[in-house]
């Protein structure tokens, strides 16, 4: 455990922003990270940082979560329990879990970020929320030390959020995150339009959970820019959700807005739509701007900085309001 000095984090966040960190260091294991805690209280998380935009240097100690492994739990013939640490690779957990026939989490194939960040955001694609699988989230408490056990129920999973965003923020360090997967009889959910459509296409009939997995990367790779190419972090705004008294005047200005139907009341309008119909997609401010193929996504081509990009998110937010009267809420972490 080698606490170094003046490390860019370029390498460590999907957006490849550099800003630096004063002290950094990477953790390997829990006892480390318990015998960090006792001295060490002002703590700055990075894992896989996939979900976040740094716009300034880090004076706190960063504190890399690299802590990896994965445990069977208990199986039967139907499913299987498995408690996967922190550290470990989203994506490579999941072709892992497909490799082994585990499955339940085929539609979050190629999601950027570590196992244990994925409950703070409720990862979620195509149909399919991590929360669905997630049984208990072992965390940290930074300021006793002491180890806890989330429940699913604890983790107040909701859209794109999660009690670590909120009541619990800043509080704790996941360690571990654990799911209950299928062996036989898996639940597959093609009904999301482009995974039917690419398994049509493929004349898959009776689709494996590879096939859906291969189907979900396939459509991610045709929209989705790939991190280690050009910077990003998904989808950098959440989809707002709306009155319906509000979606029944915009309908009647723009007649194709598409929508989907959240409660009697409310109404979950596309975010890209929103960005792309105000004009901002593909549009490359020299070193940022916004995805040519999905206009939900923000870009870092090379040597952005965070604030350019933070400024590009307020603008776009202004001009979403001035159109529509939405608020557009950000989902990536601004620090
Ligand atoms: N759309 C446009 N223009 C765009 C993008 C989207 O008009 O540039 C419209 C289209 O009408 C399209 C609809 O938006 O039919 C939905 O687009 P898409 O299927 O690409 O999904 P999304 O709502 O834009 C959400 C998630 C993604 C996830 C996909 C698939 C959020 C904030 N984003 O995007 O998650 O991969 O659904 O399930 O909920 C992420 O969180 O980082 C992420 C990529």
């Keep these: 455990m080698k606490i170094q000095q003046n490390i860019s984090l ?13 002290r950094f260091v990477s953790i390997e294991s829990l006892y480390h990270l318990q015998e960090l805690l006792k ?8 894992s896989g940082g996939s979900n976040m935009l740094l716009t300034r240097d880090i004076d706190k100690l960063v504190v890399h979560i690299n802590i990896k492994g994965i445990s069977i739990d208990r199986e039967n013939e139907n499913s299987v329990h498995l408690t996967v640490n922190a550290g470990e690779n989203w994506h490579e957990f999941v072709l892992w879990c497909i490799s082994e026939g585990y499955g339940g989490i085929e539609n979050l194939s190629l999601i950027p970020g570590n196992v244990g960040t994925c409950p703070i955001q409720n990862i ?17 408490e930074i300021t006793t030390g002491k180890m806890h056990t989330f429940s699913n129920e604890d983790c107040e999973f909701g859209y794109r959020n999660s009690i670590f965003k909120n009541e619990a923020k800043g509080k704790f360090i996941i360690t571990s995150v654990s799911f209950n997967l299928t062996k036989q009889t898996h639940k597959l959910n093609t009904s999301y339009g482009a995974i039917e459509k690419e398994l049509n296409e493929r004349k898959i009939e009776t689709p494996t959970i590879k096939d859906v997995s291969d189907v979900v990367i396939s459509i991610r790779e045709s929209k989705l820019p790939d991190p280690k190419k050009i910077g990003n972090s998904g989808s950098f705004f959440k989809n707002p959700v709306i009155s319906k008294d509000l ?36 549009k490359r401010f020299g070193e940022y701007g916004v995805h040519e193929k999905q206009a939900l996504v923000l870009v870092n081509y090379s040597n952005a900085s965070g604030k350019d990009v933070y400024d590009l998110a307020k603008r ?20």
């Design 10 to 22: 370029k390498e460590f966040n999907t957006f490849g922003i550099h800003v630096n960190a004063k």
């Design 39 to 46: 001295t060490e209280k002002d703590v700055f998380l990075i």
């Design 124 to 140: 979620g694609a195509y149909g399919v929320e991590v929360k669905d699988v997630i049984t208990k989230v072992e965390a940290i």
């Design 247 to 282: 979606f029944e005047k915009l309908q009647k200005k723009h007649p194709n807005i598409p929508s989907y139907s959240v409660s009697n009341t409310e109404i979950k309008v596309p975010a890209g739509w929103l960005i792309e119909q105000s004009g901002f997609k593909g």
């Design 316 to 335: 776009i937010q202004k001009k979403i309001f001035e159109d529509y009267s939405i608020n557009l809420e950000i989902e990536v972490n601004i620090i």
